[in-house]
């Protein structure tokens, strides 16, 4: 899983949790996750919101927003790689 997984932890407020259908806390950690964009699974690191309350994962928009950015910047150096190796092929 990684040396950084789940070590950096830190605690939302006013995060809502759809299974407690309220506004709560969540704590957060880092996670190795694998993001599909256009049939291309990238692998990278994320953080994952859970509600302090039932224990269930969570969607802050500024969190998922995040996972997504570092997830578009490997499928970017991904696609840049695969160019280059279909140059180099020629």
């Not at 302090?52 to 802050?60: D, N, R």
């Amino acid at each position: 899983m990684g040396l950084l997984a789940g070590v950096f932890k830190a605690v939302l407020t006013n995060v809502y949790c759809c299974e407690c259908d309220d506004y709560l806390e969540a704590t957060t950690k880092m996670e190795v996750m694998t993001t599909k964009i256009k049939g291309c699974e990238i692998q990278h690191f994320g953080t994952v919101a859970k509600c302090k309350e039932c224990g269930k994962e969570v969607y802050p928009t500024r969190t998922t927003k995040e996972n997504m950015d570092k997830a578009m910047v490997g499928y970017e150096w991904l696609q840049k790689e695969i160019a280059k190796d279909k140059k180099k092929k020629r």
